[in-house]
């Protein structure tokens, strides 16, 4: 099977279309695996949603998707991000807000756990500490976890004595799945946060027992446009094209 592994897409239609294309480029997707966020921040929540929904799909739910369909207070959220999220709410379908309202926070699908942030705090935590690691290993019950929130593309190994920090993976590094267990990220599909504005996902293939990085172009003045006409704040339109 052709796996998509995507997270953080943040309404961003734009760099979501991007990425399919990309991914199918090499071949049918049997699947999309979505690691939470589908909105937030971007201009076009219900597009994405509908996108993600028009695949076979597993997905989970992360903070901004909680936030948005007001299963979550904005309180630790900042007031950008707390801003978006109140546009995001009024602009929901009820398709849409049904849809976000229903996410589970953690999946099991065969050998991967699937967690927004991790398992101690599926909705909060950013795994980005081997201390961080070593306390997702000690829950995770299968060989590999996929993670997101972070917008950081990485992969963290275990070890018998402490697991190293999430390592950043750059564009095409090709991990071969083995007995080893592994935490990994795709990266931010929507607001990529590591210098790269490019859009960042993995494709899991699991006859070659591989996960392979990609980053693809998208056109960002088209969503920052979008999301100028919503109305939404400056910096999350100017972040974009720095990746940061």
């Not at 695949?55 to 369909?69: E, F, P, Q, R």
């Not at 950013?126 to 995770?140: G, H, I, K, P, T």
Request: with cysteine; aromatic share 8%.
């Amino acid at each position: 099977m052709r796996i998509a592994i995507v997270s953080d897409i943040h309404a961003n239609l734009a760099a979501f279309r991007s990425v399919l294309a990309h991914a199918e480029a090499g071949g049918s997707l049997d699947a999309l695996w979505c690691l939470g966020d589908t909105v937030g921040y971007g201009p076009q929540p219900n597009e994405c949603i509908d996108t993600l929904r028009s695949y076979k799909n597993v997905t989970i739910a992360g903070n901004h998707d909680l936030a948005s369909c007001g299963k979550m207070p904005t309180d630790d959220f900042n007031e950008a991000a707390a801003t978006a999220a109140k546009w995001t709410e009024s602009e929901l379908s009820d398709s849409s807000r049904d849809y976000l309202m229903d996410l589970p926070m953690v999946v099991e699908e065969g050998d991967f756990t699937l967690v927004h942030g991790s398992l101690r705090w599926p909705e909060w935590e950013y795994l980005l500490s081997s201390e961080q690691a070593q306390a997702q290993f000690e829950l995770q019950k299968t060989r590999f976890s996929l993670v997101g929130h972070t917008h950081l593309p990485a992969v963290c190994r275990e070890d018998v004595a402490m697991p190293s920090a999430p390592r950043t993976a750059e564009e095409g590094v090709r991990v071969e799945l083995t007995e080893e267990r592994m935490i990994i990220n795709p990266g931010g599909v929507g607001q990529p946060r590591d210098g790269d504005p490019r859009a960042s996902y993995a494709l899991y293939d699991s006859k070659a027992a591989t996960i392979t990085f990609a980053r693809v172009e998208y056109d960002i003045p088209e969503t920052q446009a979008a999301m100028q006409q919503a109305g939404l704040p400056l910096w999350l339109i100017e972040r974009l094209a720095y990746g940061k």
